[in-house]
């Protein structure tokens, strides 16, 4: 199919129900990081024009260019396509040349056709001559014609005095276009829950700012580095967008827990911890809330009891849990898909601070109780200066 | 298939990898859902037993009782199956039964089998022989063993001195069993994904009572009945569980936020009544939380900076939001499967108080301003004395 000068770019309906002045930003944004994505990716565009709702790339690496763009946030769907006028002679002649190279014997093929703008023949038409012109056209491959179940599909779009033709659609990532909400400071341990859950507020436009709590030396530098990989497989996802990483050490402070406190609200007390630093980076950074990747009972943590234990230690900011109706295996298929699995179960050693028999329904008051012999502010503000800002 | 005497119940790797104390109140709390619905659906059961990670189902109507366990929280897979004695001569005679009536000419099969217990044969024997006899039973069908992609799989567990065989496994609706988890408190609209939220969360183990909050007249009794419907669909799901539901007049509230704050503010007064009165409801019900239907940016509230204001309304429990990162075709696809898809797009009256231009980016300043205007206090308590506890 090397012969495809174009991609059709199809972005979501969510985009276009939106309000007029939303929905022209959105476009312009999705636009933008199409742009960028293409030219991290080296491949190579000559102009894009926005035509009813598409997108339409001029390129010479049509397929190359289709791949990139499918994984842009806002896009959902692309297909690469061959340009040709509106003349229908123009377009049969070039269906006739697609068709060519992908039918195969025995095929059962459908044309469907869109249409926007003045022409001396309707969608049907094109159909119907394209169609006949493809039977009369390869009489030795048996084809028919069949449009509820066909083996192959060749799509018609006419613009006005353009038209596109096409016989592939690739889905695309869906969601909102990276920017178009402000960002959300994420909490990333390596592991598959937090990367999925930044990835998934990402889809729908939230950039997010990583940040690693360093439990060195309950974990060790395994366990550091896994972090900071994940976190470059997210930013795959956000070319043109900020790669700052923070990294906050955080092992003083679990100790400090494990000395003063009971050692069944470690976790807890580790979290709570976490979202207060989260908040002060949150504001450094201007970002709108907290993104965790915590889903309900999945873990001693993560009860619907804890969690609410958890929630009053973010006073500032809401703290966004997109995992929360998952199943670990529905996690799994997304960190898969995102590419953050393969990095996220490498070797790497566990938080050894954690207990073995944690509370898995604390109370405020016991937490809060715990805390009173803690510094919280002091340990806060040693953290923060001894943090780390990593451009990955 | 009319010989299947069991069902074979498969549940979560999540269950399983549990503490021992909690693993066991999970797995009772299972079985105790997965009876209520058997009787539930009037589907006799002669005798559940726990066997290494099953529930062995004994049953006259295998695939019924299928069919409704494998719907439970919890389960992961059903197989309707034959009980036999776990001699080798008996599994083998069994299984050409079961492959004789399953078996198509050209078919491809394979043989599994699962062990535990003391026989004197290995896996591996039980599918060398049952295989063998297979092709030896049935020559003129003209099979293939595949193992790979099989179009016909035979099953076989051996349980000690029993043994299942099946031809088919069901996928179960996964998650954890209802009950594992507290209450939240569910606000919930009768549209698309305040109804997927709920179910969500149920599906991570946590009854939902459903708070519909009735905007008459800026909505009409169509919304509200749709609203009850979604809930009837829920509850479903929940068998034996409550089926409350709250009713809660707060047209009158819209009305005083029309009259006295500016009318791009409606919606954010209007949601973050809401979040007040679910958490007197919470309070009420003993629920650990709200869950709502908010997706990010996918209506104008629903902007990270508008989640933000929102929040800052619930001030007791945590706002849970399930949908947070999920596309709308996302969502849709969830409220199919779940039946609650075409109750949510029946004809209702949208709510009208709804702002043309709504703001997409407030200031909490701004909203905490305009509500000085209000007595917030006294719309709470005229609201929760005129609320209708429904049971559906």
């Known amino acids: 199919m090397g012969r495809f000068d174009s ?13 007029d002045w939303t929905r022209r930003a959105y476009e312009r944004r999705l636009l933008a990081n199409i742009r960028k994505s293409l030219k991290h990716h080296g491949v190579p565009c000559e102009g894009i024009i926005r035509k009813y709702g598409r997108f339409y790339l001029k390129t010479s690496s049509a397929e190359e260019a289709a791949s990139a763009v499918s994984r842009v946030f806002g896009v959902s769907s692309v297909s690469a396509a061959l340009e040709t006028t509106s003349k229908l002679e123009d377009i049969v002649a070039n269906s006739l040349e697609l068709a060519g190279s992908g039918l195969k014997r025995g095929d059962r093929f459908a044309v469907r056709c869109r249409r926007t703008g003045e022409q001396a023949y309707s969608s049907v038409d094109v159909c119907r001559e394209v169609g006949q012109r493809i039977l009369d056209g390869f009489p030795e491959l048996n084809l028919k014609v069949n449009l509820k179940c066909p ?10 005095d353009r038209a596109f033709l096409y016989s592939d659609i690739v889905k695309g990532v869906g969601g909102m276009p990276l920017g178009t909400q402000p960002k959300l400071a994420g909490l990333l341990s390596g592991g598959l829950d937090s990367a999925v859950a930044c990835w ?4 729908r436009g939230c950039p997010v700012v990583p940040i690693y709590f360093d439990n060195t030396p309950f ?3 395994r366990t550091t580095q896994r972090a900071l990989d994940t976190a470059k497989v997210l930013f795959n996802w956000a070319t043109g967008f900020s790669t700052r990483v923070y990294v906050v050490p955080h092992g003083a402070n679990l100790e400090e827990f494990r000395r003063k406190c009971p050692r069944r609200l470690v976790c807890l007390l580790c979290k709570r911890m976490m979202y207060r630093i989260a908040e002060r980076i949150a504001d450094m950074e201007h ?8 889903a309900i009972g999945e873990q001693a943590s993560q009860t619907l009891r804890n969690l609410r234990v958890l929630d009053s230690a973010a006073e500032k900011y809401p703290v966004h849990r997109p995992l929360l109706g998952f199943d670990k295996a529905e996690t799994e298929q997304i960190a898969r898909k995102i590419g953050t699995y393969d990095v996220a179960i490498r070797g790497a050693k566990g938080c050894s601070a954690v207990s073995s028999s944690p509370r ?33």
Chains 1, 2 share one sequence.
Request: charged residues 35%; without cysteine.
């Open 360 to 392: 898995t329904a604390a109370k405020l008051g016991e937490v809060e109780q715990a805390e009173k012999k803690l510094n919280i502010e002091a340990l806060i503000e040693k953290s923060l200066n001894s943090l780390k800002k990593i451009s990955l």
């Open 219 to 221: 974990t060790d530098e």
């Open 7 to 19: 991609v059709i770019i199809r972005y979501g309906g969510e985009i276009g129900i939106k309000a």
């Open 151 to 160: 083996d192959f599909e060749l799509g018609v779009e006419v613009r006005d």
């Open 287 to 294: 970002a709108e809330g907290i993104v965790t990747g915590e």
């Open 200 to 203: 998934l507020v990402m889809k």
